[in-house]
């Protein structure tokens, strides 16, 4: 079965330095990749997606992703926190090998220290 | 443009009882999707459509049932609420089956 691994549920850092979130998924031949995220008694918004196009992708609020296909991989990068960071994030991968599934990920806490 | 709406925002079952959630999207999106998103959990696809008349099952459909009987409406609907279904479910749309999905509120459900 597909699969889409999120390999810290929570990541901790100080303001100002950079955030590392990442996401891993099982090989598929063409994935379509989001990531989202999920403020505090906030809906869910689109932060990114990657749909075969250029492989680091721009997001919202500063942050990006890249997709290397090599590392079946879609790490989310920020290069400076803000504390308006804090939230929830969530990776989400559509397959479209044999069949349509899509799958979210588990989720990342982002915690953003004074 | 309201977007994706639901209702009701919070419902408290008693263990056998049925209800239907209902969610309304006013962007003529085609396709519409029901999630449960469990503590601690990412969400769980339950059902999607990709246009009125056309339903499909997600990756836990036991216990659900929808239709889309128009390209506004997916409701959800649980026959015998059961104490597992407590969750918070999301109703959401877009364009395509590979486009940006818009979410409603939620609706938080505990079945007791």
């Known amino acids: 079965a597909q699969s889409v691994t999120q390999l810290d549920s929570h990541v901790s850092v100080s303001e100002g330095t950079p955030v590392l979130l990442r996401c891993n998924y099982s090989s598929s031949y063409s994935p379509s990749l989001f990531w989202y995220v999920q403020h505090p008694n906030k809906g869910l918004q689109l932060l990114l997606k990657y749909t075969s196009a250029a492989t680091l992708v721009k997001g919202i609020n500063g942050f990006e992703a890249e997709f290397k296909k090599s590392e079946t991989s879609f790490h989310l990068t920020k290069p400076s926190a803000h504390m308006s960071d804090a939230a929830e994030y969530f990776c989400v991968v559509i397959f479209m090998d044999s069949n349509y599934q899509l799958i979210w990920g588990a989720g990342t806490k982002l915690i953003i220290k004074p | 443009n309201a977007g994706v709406t639901q209702t009701p925002k919070f419902r408290i079952l008693k263990i056998g009882q049925s209800m239907t959630l209902q969610c309304t999207q006013d962007m003529n999106h085609n396709y519409m999707y029901w999630y449960r998103q469990d503590p601690g959990m990412g969400l769980k696809l339950i059902y999607y459509s990709v246009g009125a008349g056309i339903t499909d099952k997600g990756e836990v459909p036991n216990g659900y049932n929808v239709s889309r009987s128009t390209t506004e409406d997916f409701p959800l609907r649980l026959e015998l609420a059961a104490p597992s279904q407590t969750s918070v479910y999301f109703c959401?749309?877009?364009?395509?089956?590979?486009?940006?999905?818009?979410f409603g509120p939620g609706t938080r459900l505990l079945v007791l």
């Open positions: 959401a749309s877009s364009y395509g089956r590979q486009e940006t999905q818009y």
